[in-house]
């Protein structure tokens, strides 16, 4: 069973500060994806790494692809409180999510005003 | 515009009963996932179905059931509902070749 080990669990920042989220396996995956999800919503889809050492910008958001394909990060500059929310990073074995992704655990990221 | 969507929202039962949960997308995918998020927001991988093939998480009890009519469909049907699955359950959809996957809106399923 591939696992998919995502820290922190919990951050709480203050607003403007920098932070790093870790996706971390043992195993390789064919891409890893990000998703953030709010309370009582679906989890929504921020990006999509496939190639190894590749790297992703997203407005503040930056995410990158470990060479390995067994890791990723995803760091975000000058957080902002609506950029509070479930952070997951989910990885796809084959080459298309057919059998379903697996998923880490989650960051909860708050950003205080 | 809504791109996947499940019914109900919220779905409250008792310990015994049998329930379904239906899911629709219009995004003209051909694959369709069922997912597990526990209390403590982990998802997991139930099903994924497209009209060639079944994959089962092995994990799941065979109480679960995915049920598609068409492409655009994938319903779940639940027997025998025991308290361990209140859980929030989400369907999924995507093109099988693709990695992305859209996510609807989640049924919380509560057992009493």
């Known amino acids: 069973t591939q696992l998919l080990e995502q820290s922190p669990q919990f951050l709480s920042i203050q607003e403007g500060e920098n932070l790093t989220v870790y996706c971390n396996s043992s195993?390789?995956?064919?891409?890893l994806q990000w998703y953030r999800q709010e309370p009582g919503e679906g989890p929504v889809l921020l990006v999509t790494?496939?190639?190894?050492?590749e790297v992703k910008k997203l407005k503040r958001l930056t995410f990158q692809f470990g060479d390995a394909r067994k890791d990723s990060s995803l760091h975000i500059t000058a957080a902002q409180p609506g950029d509070t929310g479930l952070y997951l990073c989910?990885?796809?074995?084959?080459?298309?999510?057919?059998?379903?992704?697996?998923f880490g655990k989650g960051t909860h990221l708050i950003i205080q005003p | 515009d809504t791109a996947v969507s499940q019914t109900p929202k919220y779905l409250v039962t008792q310990m015994g009963n049998d329930k379904s949960i239906k899911c629709e997308q219009n995004?003209?995918?051909?694959?369709m996932y069922w997912y597990k998020q526990d209390s403590k927001k982990f998802l997991k991988i139930m099903f994924s179905?497209?009209?060639?093939?079944?994959?089962i998480n092995e994990t799941v009890p065979n109480r679960f059931s995915p049920k598609s009519p068409d492409k655009a469909h994938l319903n779940l049907h639940i027997n025998s509902l025991e308290l361990g699955d209140s859980a929030v359950y989400f369907c999924?959809?995507?093109?099988?070749?693709?990695?992305?996957?859209?996510f609807g809106p989640g049924t919380r399923l509560t057992v009493t």
């Open positions: 989910a990885g796809a074995r084959t080459g298309g999510g057919a059998d379903g992704l697996t």
């Open positions: 995004l003209g995918h051909d694959t």
């Open positions: 195993s390789v995956f064919s891409s």
């Open positions: 790494v496939v190639t190894g050492g």
């Open positions: 999924a959809s995507s093109q099988t070749w693709a990695y992305e996957q859209y």
């Open positions: 179905y497209n009209n060639k093939e079944l994959i």
